[in-house]
């Protein structure tokens, strides 16, 4: 982690990353060791760039709420009925 974000502060002139709590210590840790040339990572470029963004409405999530809806309708229907005798 800590290398990763040396390469980036080293090929631009700020780095803004986000971290959890837990590799605070490792980063402070490795910050001022050398970074090995060939280390198998994935190249900067893929790691700055923002992922594409997936459409909020997808059929999959369409037919799960109706299938919710269905199965809320008919279970309270059910009980409804079962009272109503």
Do not use: C, N
């Not at 299938?67 to 009272?83: C, F, P, R, W």
């Amino acid at each position: 982690m800590s290398s990763m974000l040396v390469r980036a502060a080293r090929e631009h002139t700020s780095v803004v990353a986000v971290v959890g709590k837990g590799h605070l210590q490792g980063i402070k840790k490795h910050w001022r060791q050398p970074v090995v040339v060939g280390e198998p990572f994935l190249p900067m470029k893929d790691l700055l760039e923002l992922p594409s963004r997936k459409p909020a409405f997808s059929v999959a999530k369409a037919l799960a709420s109706v299938g919710v809806a269905v199965a809320s309708v008919a279970i309270i229907s059910g009980i409804y009925l079962g009272y109503r005798k």
